[in-house]
């Protein structure tokens, strides 16, 4: 068991201080030995998205699974121009195909199975159609306009590996290789409290010295969205014990990702009452800005991962440090967040000494227009932002 002192920054000129570790270190050190979460059931695809798969998936048959038109128009025989004698009409599903001679066509639409015999589709804007002669089609190279069986994927084919994040361009791949249900790990059960008396629920009345609770809608919405079931622990007070015995209650889940009271001040009470409840942890300090302060530990089968309170920095922390915690449980291999090299359109005047996250403006070529005043608790630049 080891707690640490929050060290106090050396001078006020920048963010310089000893002991500030990495972000990249501090993420490595809560992620050193998390496992996905245990568990497999079986969901349909209506109910499967952001689920991470538990096997891979091979693909039963080819896709396309037939030879299909690419375009409303005519099957024809040859490269063109004809005319060409139309020998049958094919919709799309419908079977019974004809065989396609030299001189004929058959008119194909979109989706439609294309028969033996056929040169290419020729769109129908291009042909001209008389009743006695028949078709008279563009000069066509060998397969315009045809999507040939299997070319997307053939049967056989790993089509998604274990651990994929399941999203919408995902359940459509899964429904046309023939899936119903399908095979997902558990929900990692995540426990998402706030921390300190001056909160409110959403919704209640303003009352003097107090401030609505909003790092617990947006915490749990930011893991919600990775595919995990959020519990409600509701607001922890600033009484040591009353924490310890939420704390505890929340033991059995496979993480509690709290906010407020990490600071080290004598109201902030959640690493002490981690210990108290027969937990481990210790304080970071972590180089970054906004969310400097973390804290890492456990109790029963739950990782703990507690935030400061200011909204931007448990944001940004929940970002950094919450979601890599629970994609870590979930038994997702997406890499997360990926960053691009991009252009300040002014200048940014900024301490050294801890990476710093800021909303931004992005525009054209990714150049970045800083939005004035940003602070670790201001809502509205972080809404105006859209990078
Ligand atoms: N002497 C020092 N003071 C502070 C330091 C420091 O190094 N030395 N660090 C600062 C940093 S950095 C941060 S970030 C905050 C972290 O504070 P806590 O995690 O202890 O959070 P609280 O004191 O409970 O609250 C801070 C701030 O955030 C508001 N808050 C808290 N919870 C919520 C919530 N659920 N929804 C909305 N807003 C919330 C709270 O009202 C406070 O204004 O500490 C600095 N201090
Ligand atoms: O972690 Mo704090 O003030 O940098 O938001």
Redesign the pocket.
């Known amino acids: 068991m080891t707690t640490s002192l929050?060290p106090?920054p050396a001078c006020s000129d920048c963010d310089l201080q000893a002991g500030l570790v990495d972000v990249e270190i501090a993420r490595a050190r809560l992620l050193a030995d998390v496992h996905p979460v245990r568990g497999v059931e079986l969901v349909s695809l209506s109910a499967a998205a952001r689920r991470v798969l538990a096997n891979p998936v091979l693909a039963t048959s080819d896709m396309p699974p037939f030879d299909r038109a690419a375009v409303d128009g005519y099957g024809v025989g040859g490269p063109g121009p004809g005319p060409f004698q139309v020998v049958g009409y094919l919709p799309a599903g419908a079977g019974g195909l004809p065989r396609v001679g030299a001189g004929e066509a058959v008119r194909l639409l979109t989706g439609a199975a294309v028969p033996e015999g056929v040169w290419a589709v020729a769109m129908q804007e291009g042909c001209r159609v008389d009743p006695h002669s028949g078709v008279a089609s563009p000069t066509l190279l060998q397969d315009a306009n045809i999507r040939r069986r299997g070319e997307d994927f053939q049967a056989g084919e790993a089509v998604l590996e274990a651990g994929t994040r399941l999203d919408p361009r995902h359940l459509a791949l899964l429904a046309a290789v023939g899936v119903g249900d399908v095979a997902v790990r558990r929900r990692p059960r995540v426990a998402v409290p706030?921390?300190?008396d001056?909160?409110l629920e959403p919704g209640m009345p303003h009352a003097p010295g107090a401030?609505h609770?909003?790092?617990?809608p947006m915490l749990a919405a930011l893991l919600r969205g990775m595919g995990v079931e959020i519990l409600g622990l509701g607001l922890l007070p600033d009484r040591r014990s009353d924490i310890a015995a939420a704390l505890e209650r929340a033991s059995g889940c496979d993480a509690i990702v709290a906010?407020?009271?990490?600071?080290g001040?004598e109201a902030?009470h959640l690493l002490g009452a981690l210990h108290d409840a027969g937990g481990h942890g210790s304080w970071c300090a972590v180089a970054l800005k906004?969310?400097?302060?973390l804290v890492f530990g456990g109790i029963g089968t739950a990782r703990c991962l507690f935030l400061?309170?200011?909204?931007v920095?448990a944001l940004v922390s929940g970002i950094l440090f919450g979601r890599p915690l629970v994609a870590r449980l979930t038994g997702a291999v997406d890499g997360g967040l990926k960053s691009l090299p991009a252009r300040l359109a002014s200048g940014w005047d900024r301490k050294p000494g801890r990476e710093e996250f800021a909303p931004a403006m992005v525009g054209p070529d990714l150049v970045v227009e800083h939005i004035s005043k940003p602070g670790?608790?201001r809502l509205m630049p972080l809404v105006a932002a859209d990078g």
Not at 213 to 216: A, F, G, V
Not at 259 to 263: A, F, I, K, R
Not at 308 to 311: E, F, H, M, R, V
């Open positions: 929050a106090r706030s921390a300190g001056k909160l401030i609770d909003s790092n617990r906010s407020g009271g990490v600071s001040s902030d906004p969310g400097k302060p400061p309170g200011n909204l920095a670790s608790a």
